[in-house]
């Protein structure tokens, strides 16, 4: 009978453990494992032997480099097509000129081709020429014709180098056509390199097409510099035909998942090291200002590269031996949280289980086996007392009473002090990480390299913005000379809303009288003009007409020959300049006036704002001319805020834009930088969140799941101990706590059917 009562006890647990699994197990089980998991991963993210020798700060930045180099290339390819199609067209539809007469207006508008040429299509007889030689004998004018006959293309020349020629026609009436053609080096206009960085141009094929920085063997004077010349050579070539490779692939599938910035595909190459110095190099394909959107520019297929040798830092930020202190206290926490919760929460309950359902089934022999403490201990005491009432001893009413009916001391440490206990645990582990240790203070090593490319690249977009307001500042000169003093105004507005469709840097383009009359306009309204401009002409081909509003209005102009001080005005977009301020990796960057207001910006800002003290200080600075231009500068701050790179280039070069006295300045903290301490630092608070997110997530789910319900449930149980029959108690889940109180129901049931069995010979004696 022992045997078969035993089998029955194991089918029944067996049975239980099956339908329990959403009870109290999981919770425990769930935090078990999360805690394993953040032991490994604590070892291994912050027990390293040793960090990489070239930060990962760096080798972005040489990406973000490449990129800019890319996107100015693209824009100056694009503009360049755009601009020698929309001058043809602008002939086209005039007057017929002579084709010298045409090279010489584009000569002395735009300053941007090494050689340009006019040449009869059907005859194939040169018809003018400026500049150097254009290789016209590379260009099949029986193709013209063809799709994509027009299109831009790389042509090498006899010495080894590669041009690139745009074509555009010319067509009059009763004049055989003609072929304009532009050719223009593949280097790169505007782009910072700084003194030991090396950029270049790649086809598809990893051939460099162009390059820059790096000295041919016979430039250099000693048997050392002719080696490093060689070398560096090789490290470019072996860096481009990998470059070639990787910016073949899909910009979706060469990029990380979240990464962004940047259309196309873009990255970062290491090469070999010498002598403590190791090559890394960032790579970017020419891509459309969207993702998707192609270009001129990008039929061609080229890839930017860009070298540079880096110091390599053998030090370390840490070793092993933190990450696997932090481990190996981890488990040691964690394992004394849950065998807290083993001991105290989970093995009273499933007794408890085991017990209530032994009195179900009838064993009343043995007194029931009260937990020391807690609900369980308090459900245990009611069972013990319902137990004795089933043998036939009456309520008594009495609260906490043991076995022998003696009052029993009630502990106030219940289960969710328990967990509280085991909360307090996983904290003392997760809130150090996540408040104390490897704190990244104002002594970071901020990389050299990277406060170098942060005043190259602000150097960069200062000459861009500068070079693409000079561009629109041409355009206005082109569009001036050949309108003419015989166009008329419905002539004039066709050129205008031509000239602001093919270029979208422009809210306003109008042609202005003398007297102040606007005689066409494209666009939107024009602003109003100061005070004073009604009579005279304007001092500046370039100024910003409003010292207050929301926006500055920014507006270049050009006198139109022969109409008595006419001329056309275009207003830029505020949008198109602060578009060329866009780019990753550089933080805040701002456009400043000379007297330091701000113009305009990447991110948020406010016209006409002025700048914080130490930034406009440093705008001040840079603006110091040593020689014939300011140079860029930058500086890293150090104070109780953290660390700091700020950058400032004032515009240099020609044009009408340098009369605006303009600074590019720029400003990021370093902490969002892949620097080592960062980045130990962002691992170890990273660590102290996980560690309270998975204490929070399971120590909540078992007070919600479990504690909660026991707490009600050792009311009930005390209350249908003290004689309440008529409550019936409904389990809320199908766990432990739920089985507990199925079986007290079937206990308040029995007692029920024992009183009414109790008082039936009683109301047959009445």
Not at 445 to 471: C, G, K, M, W, Y
Not at 536 to 555: C, D, H, M, R, W
Not at 642 to 654: L, N, Y
Not at 716 to 729: F, H, K, P, Y
Request: charged fraction near 20%; charge should be positive; glycine fraction near 10%.
């Amino acid at each position: 009978m022992a045997a078969s009562s035993s089998k029955r006890r194991h089918k029944v647990r067996r049975r239980a453990d099956m339908s329990l699994l959403g009870g109290i197990r999981p919770p425990i089980a769930v935090l078990s494992a999360l805690l394993l998991s953040l032991a490994g991963i604590t070892a291994l993210g912050l027990g390293k032997a040793s960090q990489d020798s070239v930060p990962q700060a760096v080798l972005t930045s040489q990406q973000h480099f490449a990129e800019d180099g890319a996107v100015t290339m693209r824009a100056s390819i694009d503009e360049s097509v755009t601009d020698l199609t929309r001058t043809a067209g602008l002939f086209s539809a005039g007057d017929p000129v002579s084709p010298d007469a045409v090279l010489d207006k584009i000569g002395s508008v735009y300053q941007k081709w090494t050689g340009t040429a006019v040449v009869e299509i059907k005859s194939g007889r040169m018809l003018a020429a400026r500049g150097e030689n254009v290789p016209v004998i590379a260009v099949d004018t029986g193709k013209l014709a063809q799709k994509d006959g027009l299109s831009p293309r790389i042509v090498r020349l006899q010495n080894g180098e590669s041009r690139l020629l745009a074509f555009a026609l010319l067509s009059w009436p009763d004049r055989p056509q003609q072929l304009l053609i532009a050719s223009n080096s593949l280097r790169f206009p505007g782009v910072s390199r700084g003194q030991f960085r090396s950029i270049a141009v790649v086809d598809t094929t990893g051939h460099i097409l162009s390059r820059d920085g790096v000295q041919e063997p016979e430039q250099v004077k000693t048997d050392k510099q002719r080696a490093d010349a060689k070398r560096a050579a090789k490290q470019l070539n072996a860096f481009a035909k990998t470059a070639a490779v990787k910016t073949g692939q899909h910009p979706l599938k060469a990029k990380e998942p979240g990464s962004g910035g940047f259309p196309g595909v873009s990255g970062s190459l290491r090469g070999n090291s010498v002598r403590g110095d190791r090559a890394v190099a960032g790579y970017a394909a020419l891509a459309g200002p969207q993702p998707g959107e192609g270009t001129v520019a990008t039929s061609l297929g080229l890839t930017v590269v860009a070298m540079v040798d880096v110091a390599e830092d053998p030090t370390r930020v840490a070793g092993p031996f933190f990450g696997l202190v932090a481990a190996a206290a981890l488990l040691l926490i964690g394992a004394l949280a849950v065998a807290l919760l083993l001991g105290t929460v989970q093995r009273p309950l499933l007794k408890l289980f085991l017990e209530s359902r032994r009195l179900t089934r009838g064993d009343l022999t043995r007194p029931v086996s009260v937990p020391r403490f807690g609900e369980t201990a308090r459900i245990g005491r009611a069972l013990e007392r319902l137990r004795r009432q089933l043998l036939g001893e009456p309520a008594d009413g009495r609260d906490g009473t043991d076995a022998a009916g003696r009052p029993a001391r009630r502990s106030r440490l219940g289960s969710r002090a328990l967990i509280v206990v085991s909360g307090v645990l996983l904290l003392a582990w997760s809130a150090p990480m996540l408040l104390l240790f490897n704190r990244a203070d104002s002594t970071v090593a901020v990389p050299e390299q990277v406060v170098s490319d942060q005043r190259e690249r602000t150097h960069t977009i200062s000459d861009r913005v500068r070079r693409a307001l000079n561009e629109g500042h041409a355009d206005l000169v082109s569009v001036a000379s050949l309108v003419g003093n015989r166009t008329s105004p419905d002539d004039m507005k066709k050129v205008l809303e031509r000239t602001r469709t093919e270029h979208q840097r422009y809210r306003s383009i109008y042609v202005r009288s003398a007297d102040g009359a606007i005689q066409a306009r494209a666009g939107e309204k024009p602003h109003a003009l100061p005070a004073g401009t009604r009579s005279k002409p304007f001092s500046q081909p370039i100024s910003v007409l409003n010292e207050s509003g929301k926006e500055p209005t920014v507006a270049g102009y050009a006198e139109i020959p022969g109409r008595n001080g006419a001329m056309v005005i275009g207003e830029f977009r505020i949008d198109f300049i602060n578009a060329l301020l866009k780019r990753p990796g550089l933080g805040q960057v701002r456009v400043v006036d000379d007297e330091h207001r701000v113009i305009g910006g990447n991110t948020g800002y406010l016209a006409f704002d002025s700048l914080p003290k130490r930034l406009d200080e440093l705008v001040s600075g840079t603006n110091q001319r040593v020689g014939m231009n300011a140079p860029a500068g930058a500086v890293v701050y150090r104070d109780g805020d953290g660390v700091q790179i700020s950058a400032a280039s004032p515009f240099a070069g020609g044009g009408a834009a340098k009369q605006l006295r303009w600074t590019v300045v720029s400003w990021q903290p370093a902490s969002g930088l892949a620097i080592p301490e960062y980045s130990l630092q962002n691992r170890t608070v990273l660590a102290g969140l996980l560690g309270i997110t998975a204490a929070v997530a399971c120590l909540g789910w078992l007070y919600i799941v479990v504690v909660r319900p026991l707490r009600e449930l050792a009311g009930q149980a005390e209350s249908l101990a003290d004689g309440d029959r008529r409550t019936v108690l409904f389990p809320h889940h199908h766990d432990e706590v739920g089985a507990v109180t199925r079986s007290l129901e079937i206990v308040r049931q029995q007692l029920q059917e024992q009183r009414r069995r109790d008082s039936a010979p009683l109301v047959g004696r009445n």
